[in-house]
């Protein structure tokens, strides 16, 4: 199994809102990864987790709020976003310590900041 | 600054024809690695070349490396429709014995095939 499962695939919020994103993967992984991608731009990273504790914080807004709660979930918290907070927002994982960083992305959760 | 820069941005080609992306770097690397993705979905990934490789076969992918030139290419051959995505190049630039989670993508290329 080489998947990595995001919920939910679309999601509208107000700038008030408070939500979540969730992402799994049962492959064994234990670095997770959160990234930010605009269209027609590369993705930029925002957070990774390696066995469940927060390695790195690419300076991301504190209304970004990332939680690992066990080694297959990662979850993306979401309070008074802004309207250029809305992207599609992706989930990796990838092995820890190997040489080769090979990293399996989910589908996405586009979100849209009213 | 940007450490992958991708060329061209964009691509055109009918099917059949072969697609060559470039990719250009700034710092040394540990490994070059190529994603495809697809029109507002997640990154897939295609190869990984080290840094003391110079070409990697993956079925009609090939890539090279010259990292005196620090640059590297993707070659699609004989391509087809779903071969449609954007390609973008990765560098991990991890140094000895630190964890190498840190990816740098480019700015990628979208390649269009024509039926």
């Known amino acids: 199994d080489t998947e990595v499962t995001q919920t939910p695939k679309h999601l509208v919020m107000g700038m008030t809102n408070k939500k979540s994103l969730k992402c799994e993967q049962h492959m064994g992984h234990r670095a997770m990864y959160w990234y930010k991608q605009k269209a027609k731009k590369p993705p930029e990273l925002m957070f990774v987790y390696s066995y469940e504790k927060l390695s790195i914080n690419e300076s991301v807004p504190s209304r970004f709020s990332p939680e690992c709660p066990n080694s297959s979930l990662l979850n993306l918290h979401l309070h008074a976003l802004q309207p250029e907070d809305s992207a599609l927002y992706l989930c990796?994982?990838?092995?820890?310590?190997?040489?080769?960083?090979?990293?399996?992305f989910g589908a996405g959760t586009r979100l849209s900041v009213l | 600054s940007q450490q992958g820069e991708e060329d061209p941005q964009a691509l055109s080609i009918q099917e059949g024809e072969n697609a060559t992306m470039n990719c250009s770097y700034k710092?040394?690397?540990?490994?070059l690695q190529w994603y495809r993705q697809n029109s507002g979905r997640g990154l897939v990934h295609l190869i990984l070349i080290r840094s003391n490789e110079r070409e990697k076969h993956s079925g009609r992918l090939r890539v090279t490396l010259d990292t005196s030139k620090k640059s590297s290419s993707l070659l699609i051959t004989a391509s087809r429709a779903a071969d449609t995505a954007s390609y973008f190049c990765a560098t991990d630039i991890t140094r000895g014995g630190g964890s190498n989670y840190k990816l740098t993508f480019g700015k990628g290329t979208l390649l269009t095939v024509n039926p």
């Open positions: 990796a994982s990838s092995q820890v310590g190997y040489i080769q960083n090979i990293q399996y």
């Open positions: 710092t040394s690397i540990n490994n």
